[in-house]
């Protein structure tokens, strides 16, 4: 259980990470920068952590897979980015396919 709340950590890192990347405007803005490092460092340091438990593979394919989600969402909602329907059809088989990993697979956890 805590692996995985390890991998929700890094998932927010990673997250908070990659939208201030656009805001640090190619790392000439101190603060956003300082976010992306920050971010990145504590993404990397928790997957770490995570991995003392749950396979790579699977690990890999929740961080990934939950990360591009968020940050499609991020993009549409915050910076106004276009999500047409299949943009929205793949986020949908993406938190399928890591529900389907979570529920399923042996190494998911249980």
Known sequence: MQSWLF????????????????????FSRIWPSVVVVLGYAGAFYLLSLTLKTIPIGIAYAVWSGVGVALISLIGWFFLGQALDKPGLV????IIAGVAVINLFSGAGGH
Do not use: D, P, Q, R
């Open 7 to 26: 991998l929700g950590g890094a998932i927010v890192c990673e997250v908070l990470a990659t939208s201030a990347l656009k805001a640090s405007e190619g």
């Open 90 to 93: 793949g986020i949908a088989l």
